[in-house]
């Protein structure tokens, strides 16, 4: 696929946001050397906020919200405050200041802050950057998927045998989720004897790995839109596959993903997969 602008600015949208994104990292980086961190909770008590998921998704979207007027924001943070989420064709970014905020306050260096562009509800771009490591991944609609510049390629393994998968169990500890995630953990684990098994605590850095060649497929329930929108077309462009748990299309808003190298992957790990289901939050 070829680039192709859907609107006149979208590069310059782009070019800016990772300017943003660099000067959030500093901040970011400054707070993970300190020694700790104030911590609070959000919906539950694994699920966790400090002043610095708040302090990054204040600049950046203030920062974009001066330079490009009319453009919406669905975030973490300000949807935890009471913001709605407003899922329209206007040029949206879609923000997760920290997305590994428990391995931010465990100072467990797996973190990203990570910003999607949707224009028309599409991705058009997604910024998925690791202060920590200093890797930035990049990747446009038809332009091809990069981390610090260089192109990356997801892995062609079709076989779950060969594979180092990443189940994420998340913050939601429901009976449902924890039946889903121990059935599909015996499965990969134990039935089809997989290479291994990973949990990386970020769905960012899961689905960065899957689009690095890393590892060869990830599937979480009960994420959220800002965790797996830039993550999202970063795996696509990388050559891998992003769908529903299930196997049907990917839809940011579902609140699961499944994510693979390549799609006889994908099938083979939706098969082994007790499903979930989950309103939607759009
Ligand atoms: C986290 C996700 C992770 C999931 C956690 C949490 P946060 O996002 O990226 O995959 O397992 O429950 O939702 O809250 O650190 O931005």
């Given at each position: 696929?070829?680039?192709?602008?859907?609107?006149?600015?979208?590069?310059?949208?782009?070019?800016?946001?990772?300017?943003?994104?660099?000067?959030?990292?500093?901040?970011?980086?400054?707070?993970?050397?300190?020694?700790?961190?104030?911590?609070?909770?959000?919906?539950?008590?694994?699920?966790?906020?400090?002043?610095?998921?708040?302090?990054?998704?204040?600049?950046?979207?203030?920062?974009?919200?001066?330079?490009?007027?009319?453009?919406?924001?669905?975030?973490?943070?300000?949807?935890?405050?009471?913001?709605?989420?407003?899922?329209?064709?206007?040029?949206?970014?879609?923000?997760?200041?920290?997305?590994?905020?428990?391995?931010?306050?465990?100072?467990?260096?797996?973190?990203?802050?990570?910003?999607?562009?949707?224009?028309?509800?599409?991705?058009?771009?997604?910024?998925?950057?690791?202060?920590?490591?200093?890797?930035?991944?990049?990747?446009?609609?038809?332009?091809?998927?990069?981390?610090?510049?260089?192109?990356?390629?997801?892995?062609?393994?079709?076989?779950?045998?060969?594979s180092?998968l990443i189940?994420?169990?998340?913050?939601?500890?429901?009976?449902?989720?924890?039946?889903?995630?121990?059935?599909?953990?015996?499965?990969v684990?134990?039935?089809?004897?997989c290479?291994?098994h990973?949990?990386?605590?970020?769905?960012?850095?899961?689905?960065?790995?899957?689009?690095?060649?890393?590892?060869?497929g990830?599937?979480?329930?009960?994420?959220?839109?800002?965790?797996?929108?830039?993550?999202?077309?970063?795996?696509?462009?990388?050559?891998?596959?992003?769908?529903?748990?299930?196997?049907?299309?990917?839809?940011?808003?579902?609140?699961?993903?499944?994510?693979?190298?390549?799609?006889?992957?994908?099938?083979?790990?939706?098969?082994?997969?007790?499903?979930?289901?989950?309103?939607?939050?759009?």
């Amino acid at each position: 696929m070829v680039f192709q602008p859907i609107h006149e600015e979208e590069q310059v949208f782009v070019d800016y946001a990772i300017e943003l994104v660099k000067k959030a990292g500093t901040l970011v980086r400054t707070a993970f050397d300190s020694p700790e961190s104030k911590v609070d909770t959000k919906s539950s008590n694994t699920d966790l906020v400090t002043e610095t998921d708040q302090a990054v998704e204040k600049l950046l979207i203030e920062g974009l919200s001066e330079r490009f007027k009319g453009h919406r924001f669905i975030g973490e943070e300000s949807v935890a405050g009471g913001a709605k989420i407003e899922w329209t064709d206007a040029p949206t970014w879609i923000i997760d200041p920290i997305d590994g905020t428990t391995n931010f306050v465990h100072r467990i260096p797996m973190i990203a802050i990570c910003v999607g562009l949707a224009i028309k509800k599409q991705i058009r771009a997604g910024i998925v950057y690791n202060p920590i490591t200093n890797e930035l991944y990049l990747a446009q609609l038809g332009k091809g998927a990069f981390k610090n510049g260089f192109p990356i390629r997801a892995s062609k393994n079709q076989f779950i045998a060969e594979s180092v998968l990443i189940l994420q169990l998340g913050s939601i500890r429901s009976p449902v989720m924890q039946k889903s995630f121990v059935d599909s953990y015996k499965t990969v684990m134990f039935d089809k004897q997989c290479h291994g098994h990973r949990s990386f605590g970020s769905a960012a850095i899961n689905m960065v790995m899957v689009a690095q060649g890393s590892c060869d497929g990830y599937v979480e329930y009960g994420i959220h839109a800002w965790d797996v929108a830039a993550p999202s077309i970063i795996v696509t462009e990388a050559g891998g596959v992003v769908t529903d748990p299930t196997g049907s299309p990917f839809d940011v808003m579902s609140r699961k993903v499944l994510c693979a190298g390549t799609a006889e992957l994908g099938r083979d790990l939706s098969a082994c997969l007790t499903h979930v289901d989950f309103e939607p939050e759009a």
